[in-house]
């Protein structure tokens, strides 16, 4: 059994975001396992993606490069990770088979991060770092969509 992560406090709020994250899998897991409708999953993942992950990779990039510096291997990483979810998400179509695959893409996404990225970035942060992101990074906060609740 692996150990929990302890994760820096500076980078707790991008952490608190990615467990929404990995709620949507769950969400997501949920609804194909009640046999619900296709659409409907796919309808809240589109909803998701617009305003709640898109802003937490813009979010993400933009304060993590400024405490790795914008060309560093760590932010190239993190970059091409995130392509990879938009990839996946602009090829989603309402199909069990394309939410099983989205499923997977997201927690895998958010797994590398917290056990591979974050485990790093932590590693590095200066006392400047630690300052900049006490002071700048704030989580955002998450609105639950509850015109369709399928997952319960």
Not at 60 to 89: C, D, M, W, Y
Not at 119 to 134: A, G, H, M, N, W
Request: glycine residues 2%.
């Amino acid at each position: 059994m692996s150990r929990p992560l302890k994760r820096h406090p500076g980078l707790q709020p991008l952490s608190r975001e990615h467990h929404q994250i990995l709620l949507l899998g769950f969400k997501i897991r949920q609804g194909l396992r009640k046999h619900i409708e296709a659409q409907r999953i796919y309808d809240y993942c589109s909803w998701f993606f617009v305003n709640y992950l898109q802003p937490h990779f813009e979010n993400e990039e933009f304060h993590l490069a400024k405490i790795t510096g914008p060309n560093s291997e760590l932010i190239r990483r993190l970059k091409v990770n995130h392509q990879e979810v938009k990839a996946a998400f602009k090829e989603l179509k309402a199909s069990r088979i394309d939410l099983k695959a989205f499923e997977k893409v997201i927690v895998s996404h958010v797994r590398f991060e917290e056990r591979v990225l974050f485990e790093e970035i932590q590693d590095k942060l200066t006392d400047e770092d630690i300052y900049y992101l006490r002071n700048h990074l704030q989580e955002q906060k998450f609105q639950e969509h509850l015109q369709d609740v399928f997952w319960q």
